[in-house]
């Protein structure tokens, strides 16, 4: 099926959500060599990605990636940005505690892989996500943070990562990477590179049957609320998609360099964030952690507006709860 589906695409011919899905399914069981794999990546990715080739993916994986948990999934959210800022704070990781002191589940779902940031940062910050960790222990459940790493055995991981690793452009096995989560999670936090990516992975939130989410895109392709401009927002609930734009001023802000938000290590990064945590820390990093917080919480429904949001997140702070929460994940991971 891959060499036909491949030649289609080079031929611009169409393909439907079925054929796509059967060749995803070869990929990710071992089924297609790489030569194969390597091939239709780069025909895909020549053409226009559609959106069903993007859920024709997310389906395939999400099958062969099974994780026996018990989980909320209706009060959970999934705070993501599609492009790893790994010269940026990380305000992933900040959004994710904020919204655990909230008694808000997160979910994030990762590729094994102890060279990322996502474990060097952690660590840095006195989180150790090596440790062997029984998922379904109450102590887990207490802390609401979800942190879930697929195993280099995974079939997913042995037939996709290679591949992924190996090409120079972005392509669908990246998104694909970035956006998996078997837990179906019902809310979702999402930054893109893009504003003209925007509208287009709404509509992809409301085919993979997302509650609420928000699909954001900043100044200079930011995929967090840009710091000194314009960003670009959907709001995907109800099977309607809204649109608007957000500045900081709007949000009472000044605004700042994107530059003051950049760290130039983990260390620095744990350090700045543990500054932030303790309320001793009030700048552009503080600022920008807050308000892309105060969008998590509103569409997660723990917070009625962006304004109600942003009070949250600061008292959030300002009460000892996002430390007390740091610290208590750490105590779990020790």
Do not use: H
Request: glycine share 2%; aromatic share 10%.
């Amino acid at each position: 099926m891959i060499k036909e589906i491949t030649n289609k695409l080079i031929k611009n011919e169409e393909i439907n959500f079925i054929e796509l899905r059967e060749v995803f399914d070869e990929i990710f069981s071992g089924l297609a060599d790489e030569i194969q794999t390597t091939s239709f990546i780069t025909a895909l990715s020549s053409s226009n990605l559609s959106d069903e080739a993007l859920l024709a993916s997310l389906a395939s994986s999400e099958d062969i990636v099974k994780f026996p948990i018990n989980f909320d999934k209706e009060s959970a959210i999934q705070n993501i940005f599609l492009t790893n800022q790994e010269n940026i704070i990380d305000i992933q990781l900040a959004i994710d505690i904020i919204c655990c002191a909230n008694n808000l589940n997160i979910s994030r779902y990762s590729i094994s892989n102890k060279d990322n940031y996502i474990f060097k940062n952690a660590k840095a910050l006195g989180i150790n996500l090596n440790k062997e960790v029984d998922y379904n222990c109450i102590d887990f459940e207490k802390l609401n943070f979800n942190y879930f790493y697929l195993s280099n055995e995974n079939p997913y991981f042995k037939y996709s990562q290679k591949i992924e690793n190996k090409l120079s452009f972005e392509n669908i096995l990246n998104t694909t990477t970035r956006l998996l989560n078997p837990l179906s999670i019902k809310n979702l936090f999402l930054g893109v590179n893009g504003t003209n990516l925007v509208e287009k992975y709404a509509n992809i939130a409301l085919k993979l049957n997302k509650s609420n989410s928000i699909i954001l895109a900043g100044d200079n392709n930011t995929p967090f609320i840009s710091p000194n401009g314009e960003t670009y927002i959907a709001e995907a609930w109800k099977n309607k998609i809204f649109t608007y734009i957000l500045t900081p001023d709007l949000l009472g802000f000044k605004e700042n360099s994107l530059d003051e938000l950049k760290i130039s290590s983990k260390e620095e990064n744990a350090s700045a964030l543990v500054e932030i945590f303790e309320n001793k820390l009030k700048n552009p990093k503080y600022d920008s952690i807050i308000l892309n917080s105060a969008l998590s919480l509103y569409i997660s429904k723990k917070a009625d507006s962006i304004i109600s949001g942003i009070e949250l997140a600061k008292k959030t702070i300002e009460t000892g709860l996002a430390i007390e929460k740091l610290n208590q994940i750490k105590k779990f991971y020790e």
